[in-house]
């Protein structure tokens, strides 16, 4: 089978954060305190780093530096202090054998471990019985970042606590299977009004956008509480937002407030001021908008949104 | 041990910082992967390269982070202030760190499984067959789970260019 192209060879929009993305990398600095945190790694007299002779390597020896800004490896960066410590010439450990000290460090370091890396064992599972997708499957799995698992974990924010209105959809519960959800996916995946046509005929077919049509942009000034969506994750929330920007901004507004209310700063906290600086100016509530823009310029500067929220209250 | 730290420690924390972990929670999962490769290394059979078996390792050691900070509801903070651009290059830098920033929040809107093949296909020009290897999928899944992730990154930056 042939490999497909990859992004960073022919995508114009992605290349560019791809081939950015192939730079992260370890600074020197992070690299070295990584590397003082790992016992096995001490380094030998004279080596790298071993400016502070064999006496002292790893943590403690780095310590200095690395405390200031590292909140602590709890249990895991323990064992690695006991190792460093009780072992001073761990660096011994790379040896095919290795000496007795070095063999109650491992067992340290393994009982550190096993504490954590239990949790480890179902998602080995959980991948070798992960379901075959279809590879010609039109529908994106993407309404549900977090697993399956977190989602059953989430019931500390319920669906429920809305005031639902006239346009409510069912919501289905969070263990519903993927196939009831893939028409829900659509109603509030991240599909903006710029979407190709097929999306958007796919959507109207299934009946989910019946709410936008039958209600005018005017009757929406002065609503306030979002009806329930169906999937209320995180990029279903501003995805959702999204789209109601321009026929319904009262309602955009409360699904970002929804947002922001239950993510925070999520991973699109961003985008999610941006659209309510939008819905506040389409709405003709200009100071909210103008406060909110400072607050957004106050917490991220050099956002690259900066300009789009220029030009929204330019307007 | 070091030599294996040594090529493989960018692969790793790149991984680590493309698959949702904090910022500032990256160095410590590094630890953690790097204490159970050495701890593991003995049961190593080589069934795979060492490096689908290391690039394992780490996806299993991010899930399981990831659903302890789940657990305890922890949110991205904030990360500090960027120092202010100071010439051509630190700009090109700042530049750089923002499109990283932008993709790092688009795969925040994929699951697990997409967003793992995402990053080992289109970051680390892993093979596919070694994609699937690692993730102990079949290759057909793997593929599946590219598509599904290319139009699902593609749609957020498309609808991130303006209205």
């Not at chain 2, 657990?71 to 051509?88: K, L, T």
Request: aromatic content about 4%.
């Amino acid at each position: 089978m042939n490999e497909p192209k990859r992004l960073a060879e022919f995508d114009d929009a992605l290349a560019g954060e791809i081939r950015a993305a192939r730079e992260v990398g370890p600074t020197e600095e992070e690299r070295a305190k990584l590397a003082a945190t790992l016992p096995f790694l001490a380094p030998p007299p004279g080596g790298p780093g071993g400016s502070t002779g064999s006496s002292a390597p790893g943590p403690t020896g780095a310590a200095p530096a690395a405390a200031g800004n590292t909140s602590g490896l709890g249990l895991l960066k323990a064992a690695a202090v006991v190792l460093t410590l009780g072992a001073p010439a761990a660096w011994l450990l790379q040896g095919e054998s290795a000496p007795a000290s070095a063999s109650t460090a491992q067992t340290v370091v393994e009982a550190a471990l096993e504490s954590r890396a239990s949790e480890s064992v179902p998602s080995e599972t959980t991948a070798s019985r992960s379901v075959v997708e279809s590879p010609t499957s039109e529908a994106p799995d993407i309404a549900s970042p977090r697993s399956e698992a977190e989602s059953h974990e989430s019931d500390a924010e319920p669906v429920e606590v809305f005031i639902s209105d006239e346009r409510q959809i069912p919501a289905p519960s969070a263990r519903a299977p993927r196939a009831r959800r893939s028409s829900t996916e659509h109603a509030e995946g991240p599909i903006t009004p710029r979407v190709g046509r097929t999306a958007r005929h796919a959507e109207v077919a299934a009946g989910v956008e019946q709410d936008e049509v039958e209600e005018p942009p005017s009757a929406d000034t002065t609503y306030e509480e979002p009806s329930p969506i169906a999937d209320e994750s995180e990029l279903a929330l501003v995805a959702s937002a999204r789209r109601r920007l321009r026929t319904q901004p009262a309602r955009s507004l409360a699904l970002a407030n929804r947002h922001r209310e239950r993510f925070g700063n999520g991973a699109f906290a961003q985008e999610r001021e941006v659209l309510a600086i939008e819905a506040l100016a389409r709405l003709d509530r200009r100071d909210e908008a103008e406060r909110r823009a400072e607050r957004f310029s106050r917490q991220w500067p050099r956002s690259v949104h900066g300009a789009r929220i220029s030009a929204i209250l330019q307007r | 041990m070091r030599e294996i730290y040594e090529a493989h420690v960018d692969d790793v924390w790149r991984t680590v910082a493309f698959l949702g972990v904090a910022k500032s929670e990256v160095p410590d999962v590094c630890q953690e992967v790097f204490l159970t490769v050495y701890r593991r290394l003995p049961s190593f059979e080589g069934r795979s390269s060492l490096r689908s078996w290391i690039y394992g390792i780490t996806m299993r050691t991010v899930a399981a982070h990831r659903r302890r900070a789940y657990r305890r509801r922890e949110r991205p903070h904030a990360e500090p202030p960027e120092p202010e651009p100071n010439g051509p290059d630190q700009e090109h830098r700042v530049i750089a760190k923002q499109r990283v920033e932008q993709l790092r929040m688009a795969l925040d809107g994929l699951n697990e499984q997409q967003r793992a093949v995402f990053v080992l296909y289109e970051i680390h020009a892993m093979k596919m067959s070694e994609v699937a290897t690692t993730l102990e999928v079949p290759i057909q899944t793997a593929y599946s789970r590219l598509h599904a992730a290319r139009r699902a990154i593609r749609t957020l930056f498309g609808a991130e260019g303006g209205q």
